[in-house]
Structures are given as C-alpha cells and as structure tokens.
C-alpha cells in the first residue's frame, strides 16, 4: 500500500510539473503576441497619452481614434474591450497604468447596464489569461469566486478550458504572426458593413443611481491618484426611447458624476432613429462613426481647453 502511495505522489508530481512548465511556456509565449487587445495593449510601456478612449466595443468600434488624432493634434489610444464591462474596465486601465503608461485626459464610455454592474465579461476575460498571475488580475478576479482562486494554482487549466481562445492555433499565431488583428495602430476597429440587423423596437436606455457603482467608483479613484483628468460619455443608440424616465436618469447620473468632479457629455440620442447610420442597436457602421468621431473631436477639443484655462 506505502509503494502504491508513493507511486501515485510521483505521479502526481510528474503531472503537475509537467503541466506547470506548458503553463510558464506558454504565458511567455501568449504575452509575445498581439492578436487579442489585452496582448497588443500590455506590450505598451512607459507611453504619454494626451487622451485614452475606454469602454466597451462601442467606443471600440464607433469612434475613429486616428481621425481624432489628426483632427486634434493631440496623442491618443483606444483601450477599449469588445465583449467587456465595468469591471473588465477598471481591470484594463489598471494594468495599462502599471506598465508605466501615462494618460493626461480618459474618455470613458459608461452605458446604464454597465454603470453598477459587478458581473465578469464573459466574453473579454479568457484575454486576461496569460497575466493572470498578475497581482492586479488576480486580485481582481478571486472576488468571483473559488474557480477564480483555482486558475491562480492549477497550471494550466484555464488555458485546456479556454483551448477556442488560447490553443496551439493562438501559440502559433502569437510566435508568428499570421493572423492578422481586427483592430488598428490606434486600437480601433470599425465595421465595414452598413446593412442594419438590429430590431427598430424602442428601447428603454435608462440610468439609475441608486446602486454602489463599485467598479466606476474605482476607475474614479484611480483618475485621481494618477493625475487623470476623467470624462464620462455615452455612443449613440440606435433606438431609444427618449422619455421622462430617459432624461430624468442622465441628469441623475450627470449629477452623480459632477459631485465626484467627473464631466459628462451624452450623445446617447443624438443619432435616435437614424438606422441607416448603426449596424444594430447600438453600434455605429461606417457613416455613423465618420459623424460621431466628429462628435469626440469637439467634445476633446472643448475638454482640453476647459483644462487649459484652469
């Protein structure tokens, strides 16, 4: 019985180093590549960014940062995540900030489904995998739950789990770059379809302000402590029910956010009804944006010399 014991712990030990040393080679290897926007956006370090464009895919994909660029002048990114929420925000804003990145002005977009919500992106947090061991990932992930813990001390596991995102494909790609990313220099992706799929149903987009706002609270904080002056807008829908309710919860929510010294500019409406400019509900196809980067240009713009003038 003590062989078969014995036997079995060398086992054991044999399988767990084995699958450490696939875990150690392949973060190393993930965190050369650039395909997904976590890899590309914490390959950069020690930047000066006059502004950064954060939020969810509907900055990523509805502004056209470059053009804000060259309109402004001024040097700017997109950090935005497809697939991501509030705290996926704070989350990539923390790390950006960790590599020694630098950012004067954030435009953070912040939609009422997201402004108090405490659940994980399901579709953005496999990115996170190969800096899991990051303090800051997996402090922010152990709130989630024992699985969470788990993946900080099994190795490799959340790679077998998440094999669509991170298989041999994705090691492959991130050694030699044959797959080209969706996103451009500037971190922005734009829809090249102009056809609308979404319903013309109305919608009700509305704030509400009565939740603890834990995670857009703690994008706030870091604003401060890191010298970031933080405006807080809204991408244009598509469809919404521009009501009592609608405009009673953005003036609750611009009031919120002006007492924590937060501006606030809504653009939620300013394109409602126009269908031929969206993709779907709440993504803008190319016409759109080439109208609403215009938009961010004058809301940058006016920002900037606000600050200049303080």
């Not at 965190?31 to 990523?60: C, M």
């Not at 996926?88 to 990145?101: C, D, K, Q, S, Y």
């Not at 807008?233 to 009501?243: K, R, S």
């Amino acid at each position: 019985m003590k062989k078969l014991i014995k036997y079995l712990l060398v086992f054991l030990v044999i399988v767990y180093s084995t699958f450490w040393l696939l875990d150690v080679l392949f973060t190393n290897i993930y965190q050369q590549g650039s395909y997904y926007k976590t890899q590309w956006l914490n390959n950069k370090e020690n930047n000066v960014y006059d502004f950064a464009i954060h939020g969810s895919s509907r900055p990523y994909t509805c502004i056209d940062t470059e053009e804000v660029v060259e309109n402004t002048g001024l040097k700017g990114i997109n950090i935005s995540l497809d697939g991501s929420t509030t705290p996926t925000h704070a989350l990539m804003l923390e790390m950006f900030l960790n590599r020694g990145n630098k950012i004067n002005t954030l435009y953070l977009n912040v939609d009422n489904w997201e402004a108090d919500t405490e659940v994980i992106g399901q579709f953005s947090y496999p990115r996170f995998f190969p800096y899991y061991k990051e303090k800051a990932v997996y402090d922010h992930y152990k709130e989630f739950g024992l699985k969470w813990k788990l993946y900080r001390y099994l190795p490799f596991v959340r790679y077998a789990e998440q094999n669509t995102t991170w298989g041999l494909h994705q090691l492959a790609n991130s050694l030699f770059d044959f797959k080209q990313p969706a996103y451009d220099a500037y971190g922005t992706k734009i829809y090249e379809s102009t056809d609308y799929h979404g319903t013309k149903d109305l919608f009700e987009y509305n704030f509400d302000t009565t939740g603890q706002m834990k995670y857009l609270n703690k994008i706030i904080s870091m604003c401060k402590e890191n010298d970031i002056e933080l405006v807080v807008f809204v991408c244009p829908f598509a469809n919404a029910e521009t009501d009592q309710k609608y405009f009673s919860g953005l003036n609750e929510f611009e009031h919120y956010l002006n007492k924590r010294g937060v501006e606030f500019y809504n653009f939620g409406d300013k394109y409602n009804k126009r269908f031929d400019l969206f993709v779907d509900e709440d993504h803008l196809n190319k016409y759109g944006v080439e109208l609403f980067t215009e938009d961010v240009a004058e809301m940058i713009t006016e920002t900037q010399i606000k600050k200049a003038g303080q």
